[in-house]
């Protein structure tokens, strides 16, 4: 790995170490397993950019950093609750702040499920069936572009679904399972369309390998399976695991019982007649 291939790790360096300092300074002490979901995300971010960079210009190298960038590094992050983290240990003018970013009405319309998945399966979508993934091969600016792109869709679905995070708004649970079976028949439906038109698609290539594509279209499909199943299982991890709401109380089943009347009888003293007073 030459000189420049170092620095995309630079700013995922940078999310782990602020991420450890900010759980190390927390008063009330900071879930671990927290910390182990952003560190594997952060080592997934790192592999996508570093190792998986470095390969030979080859599709299934590029769907791999896909699946890393867009699903399955987002998800650790997610797990890893920073903005929970930064609430506890920052001061309370950026809390301010942050509070104000999640009340914002653009984040209320984007952290809506159904557009979370449009933006990340969507943009994928975009990607390979329009000639940007081939000008995203000749421009750097606009590869690292894409990539950043697929990092923030994939951590915004992931957020919207099962983040522990507070989020605006947050639908119930039916619409999250909704918006997941979406995203997932969207992923597959787009990876077997890649495989059954490998020789044309993405287009705008002057040098395809469609064997090649086809493998990169496989690995989209079974990959995309396994990140879906996941996050599955942390949308029903997190339903499952709310918190329970006070139940009202119920309401007696018979009204309550009249006290009863205290009768009194006294003789009259002329003609021997009762009166009855309560």
Known sequence: MDGSG??????VALLAGSYLLAAVRDPRGWDCRRTAAWLGGSALLAVAVGPLAQLPDDPRGHMAQHLLLGMLAPLGLVLGAPVTLLLRVAPPPVRR?????????LLHLIAHPVAAALLSTGGLTLV???PLYAAAERNSVLHHALHLH???AGYLFAWTLAGPDPAPRRPGQAVRVGALLGA???HAVLAKYLYAN???LPPGLTDRDPAAFQSAAQLMYYGGDLA???LAVALFATWYNRPARPHPP???????TRPPRLIKKFASPGNGSVTRTS
């Open 250 to 256: 119920h309401p007696p089943t018979h009204p309550p």
């Open 228 to 230: 879906e199943l996941l």
């Open 97 to 105: 702040v942050v509070g104000r970013l999640l009340r914002a009405r």
């Open 198 to 200: 490998a020789g044309t």
């Open 184 to 186: 997932a028949a969207g």
């Open 128 to 130: 390979l069936l329009t």
């Open 6 to 11: 170092w620095l995309p790790l630079v700013p």
């Open 150 to 152: 697929y990092v923030a």
